[in-house]
Structures are given as structure tokens and as C-alpha cells.
């Protein structure tokens, strides 16, 4: 099983920062706040849905889950915290949060439903932000010239998503969750992930002032679709979840372990995990 270590990042997230904090662009801004925009409910969700699944767990195969589900949700919980610290600055420059709410109300459906139907969410969910994970580690220049404390905070955040990228999935083929299901729902969660980024994404632009700026449009482009662009390099790893046979350690998170040892100092170690009962 994963080792997960719940970190407390050391960074300043009291001090106001710019509105174009990601390198003075206003598109690749508006899409890093509308993807933490979401990151407190939703962190929530995957912190309820493993725990509810450990718990569905039959005790016997509870032991070789009991650590590695402490970690995980000390590690979201951590996330959350971070997260709406954020969000709490781009409230003040008046960005409104319409996917939280949006959500909120979605998980409402959820309620009573069984516990593998929360674990396959999540993994999907999980998936989405490890594979995003991985290239904004890969890639992480692209963040030069941001806030440096806001790119070690989304680096930060990227490497402990590929460290745990495998909790959820793994719960749920523990609980007998078969392929059917794990796909149903990945392809429902691709829509509704993918379409709550380009609404809140839009949105941001919008209460910005930015979106009709060519500028704009051409930083979309470049970022998305270009040489090293994120939906361009995502593509395939995105694809692999559906294979029968994939698991999420088949992809590479070396440069998750290399960014956590190289960056020490910028975090300490958190006295114990929250309980996974």
C-alpha cells in the first residue's frame, strides 16, 4: 500500500496577492481559480467517500487500508484548508463561485447511494487531477514568473494528488466495484468536470473583464491545444483509465517524489493523519 505523509505547507496565504497572480495572464489566471474554486466541496466529497468505504470495508481486509486511508484524508483535508484560504482572496476581488454551490447541490443526490458508486466518482475524479498533476509537474515552468508562493502552492498540491492518485480506486475494486460502473461513471464525470471548468473558467473571465480579449483567446489556445498544451499531452493518460486492465500506478510519479524531496523546506510534516473511523 501507498505511504501518504499529511504535509502543512509553509507558505503565506494571508497576504492579498495580484489578479493576474499566474504570470500576469488573464486566461491561465481564470482557470487555476476556477479549478480551486471547486477543490473545497469537492475534496469534501472524496474525503467521505473513502472514508464511508473503508468503513464498508469487511474488517478483515480493513488493516491493509487503515494507514494509507488516514493519510489520504489527512492530505485532502489539508487541500480543503489550503484551498478555501485561496478562494477567500479571489471572493474579495469579486470572482462569484458558482461550481461549489453547483456541486453542493449535485452531491445531494448522492445521498443513501451505495459506497461504490461515491468511490467510482472520486476515482474518476482522482484520475482527472493526477493526470493534470503530473503535467503541471512536468511542465512546471510554464509557471515561471507567477506569485512564487502560489506556484509552490499548486506544485505542492499537484505532487501529494499523484501520491494518492490510486486510494479511491483501489477501495473500490476492494468492495467489488466491476469495470461497468468504473466507466459509467468516468464518462459522466469527464462531462460534468470538463463542463464546470469552461463554465467557471468563462465566468472568471467575465467578472474579470478579459474574456473578449484577443489575448485571451490566444493564451487559451496555446495553453490547452499547443506543443506542450494541457488537453494536447492529457489526452492519452486520460484514455488509459478505460482499458480493463488500467490501474493509476501504471502511470509514472517520479516527478512527485523528486518535487517533495527537492522542495523540503517548504512544507513540515503534520503529527498524525485524521482518523479514518
Request: aromatic letters at 12%; charged letters at 25%; proline letters at 3%.
Amino acid at each position: 500500500m501507498t505511504t501518504l505523509v499529511v504535509r502543512r505547507l509553509l507558505i503565506d496565504l494571508e497576504t492579498p496577492f495580484a489578479r493576474h497572480w499566474c504570470g500576469g495572464d488573464a486566461f491561465r489566471t481564470a482557470l487555476f481559480n476556477a479549478l480551486s474554486m471547486s477543490f473545497p466541496v469537492g475534496e469534501q466529497f472524496f474525503i467521505d467517500s473513502v472514508r464511508n468505504g473503508f468503513k464498508a470495508l469487511p474488517t478483515e481486509k480493513q488493516e491493509r487500508f487503515a494507514a494509507e486511508v488516514q493519510g489520504f484524508i489527512g492530505q485532502e483535508a489539508t487541500h480543503r484548508r489550503i484551498h478555501s484560504l485561496f478562494n477567500a482572496h479571489l471572493e474579495k476581488q469579486g470572482l462569484k463561485n458558482n461550481w461549489g454551490p453547483r456541486a453542493q447541490a449535485r452531491l445531494k443526490l448522492m445521498e443513501g447511494v451505495d459506497s461504490r458508486h461515491w468511490l467510482a466518482i472520486t476515482a474518476a475524479n482522482e484520475h482527472f487531477t493526477a493526470i493534470l498533476a503530473e503535467w503541471m509537474l512536468r511542465h512546471h515552468d510554464l509557471l515561471n514568473g507567477s506569485e512564487p508562493r502560489l506556484k509552490t502552492m499548486w506544485l505542492w498540491h499537484s505532487a501529494e494528488e499523484s501520491e494518492h492518485k490510486s486510494t479511491a480506486f483501489d477501495l473500490y475494486q476492494a468492495l467489488g466495484g466491476n469495470h461497468e460502473w468504473r466507466i459509467k461513471w468516468f464518462r459522466r464525470i469527464t462531462l460534468v468536470f470538463l463542463g464546470d471548468t469552461i463554465r467557471q473558467t468563462v465566468q472568471n473571465l467575465k467578472d474579470d473583464g478579459t474574456l473578449w480579449q484577443w489575448r485571451t483567446w490566444k493564451s487559451a489556445a496555446t495553453y490547452l491545444f499547443g506543443r506542450r498544451g494541457l488537453i494536447r499531452q492529457t489526452f492519452k493518460p486520460w484514455r488509459d483509465y478505460i482499458r480493463p486492465d488500467f490501474h493509476p500506478n501504471q502511470h509514472e510519479s517520479e516527478l512527485s517524489r523528486r518535487w517533495l524531496i527537492d522542495n523540503a523546506l517548504e512544507y513540515s510534516q503534520v503529527g498524525g493523519a485524521q482518523p479514518a473511523g
